[in-house]
C-alpha cells in the first residue's frame, strides 16, 4: 500500500512564498508521474503541477513562473516551491501519484493567502 503524506500548508499573505512537501511511503521511481492538485472551496480539483519519471514538468497557466515542483529521489519527496503567492491560490493542496493503472492519492494541506 502507497502513502503520500503532505506537509508545508499554512496561512501567508500575498506575495509571499511557501514550500509544500509530499513524502511517499516507498520508493518514487516507479511512479509515472508524480502530481500537486488543488481544490477550492466550491470549485473543482484542478491540476497545478506535475513532473514525470523522466524529470519533465507541467504547469497551470495560473502558476507559470510563480510555482516549481521538483523530486528527490533520494527522500522520495516532491516540493511544490510556491512563490509570489495570492488570494486566489487559497484551497486544499493534494499530493497525486500514478504507477500504471494505480493512483494514489494523499489527505492533502490547507494553503490559505491572505490580502
Known amino acids: 500500500q502507497v502513502h503520500l503524506v503532505e506537509s508545508g500548508g499554512g496561512l501567508v499573505q500575498a506575495g509571499g512564498s511557501l514550500r509544500l512537501s509530499c513524502a511517499a511511503s516507498?520508493?518514487?521511481?516507479?511512479?509515472?508521474?508524480m502530481c500537486w492538485n488543488r481544490q477550492a472551496p466550491g470549485k473543482q480539483r484542478e491540476l497545478v503541477a506535475g513532473?514525470?519519471?523522466?524529470?519533465?514538468?507541467r504547469y497551470a497557466d495560473s502558476v507559470k513562473g510563480r510555482f516549481t515542483i521538483s523530486r528527490d529521489n533520494a527522500k522520495n519527496t516532491v516540493h511544490l516551491q510556491m512563490n509570489s503567492l495570492k488570494p486566489e491560490d487559497t484551497a486544499v493542496y493534494y499530493c497525486?501519484?500514478?504507477?500504471?493503472?494505480?493512483?494514489?492519492w494523499g489527505q492533502g494541506t490547507q494553503v490559505t493567502i491572505s490580502s
Open positions: 516507498g520508493s518514487i521511481f516507479s511512479f509515472d508521474v
Open positions: 497525486y501519484a500514478r504507477r500504471g493503472d494505480y493512483q494514489y
Open positions: 513532473i514525470s519519471s523522466g524529470g519533465s514538468t
